[in-house]
């Protein structure tokens, strides 16, 4: 069983960073496949990024692309999303999400890819 917790969540303002951390606790952690998803209120749970278990491979929403980094430190079981440049728009509920399975990157956007689910974290960015 692989349990995460979501930190790095708040309130900033458009156009200014903020960097979400997904920890995992478990000792096959860094086995997984890792993503974020994010759900705006109202609307369906959205892919955002994966990264695989080596950390040397990423792919990216295209509505996140350039802007959103994903990144992965496996020694301390560690998955990142660095956010820049935020809009109103990028307000949510942020999940990291871990996976067994291993597939190509690009077809990793569906949540039910995803085994283990993080609790969340708001992030709000205010206009």
């Known amino acids: 069983q692989v349990q995460m917790v979501e930190s790095g969540g708040g309130l900033v303002q458009a156009g200014g960073p903020l960097r979400l951390s997904c920890t995992g606790f478990?000792?096959?952690?860094?086995?997984?496949?890792m993503g974020w998803f994010r759900q705006a209120p109202g609307k369906d749970c959205e892919f955002v990024a994966v990264?695989?278990?080596?950390?040397?491979?990423?792919y990216y929403a295209a509505s996140v692309k350039g802007q959103f980094t994903i990144s992965r430190d496996n020694a301390k079981n560690t998955v990142i999303l660095q956010m820049n440049s935020l809009k109103p728009e990028d307000t949510a509920v942020y999940y990291c999400?871990?996976?067994?399975?291993?597939?190509?990157?690009?077809?990793?956007?569906?949540?039910?890819?995803?085994?283990?689910w993080g609790q969340g974290t708001q992030v709000t960015v205010s206009s």
């Open positions: 999400a871990a996976a067994k399975r291993m597939l190509p990157l690009a077809i990793m956007f569906p949540g039910a890819h995803y085994d283990y």
């Open positions: 478990g000792p096959t952690s860094s086995t997984y496949t």
């Open positions: 990264i695989n278990r080596s950390g040397d491979s990423t």
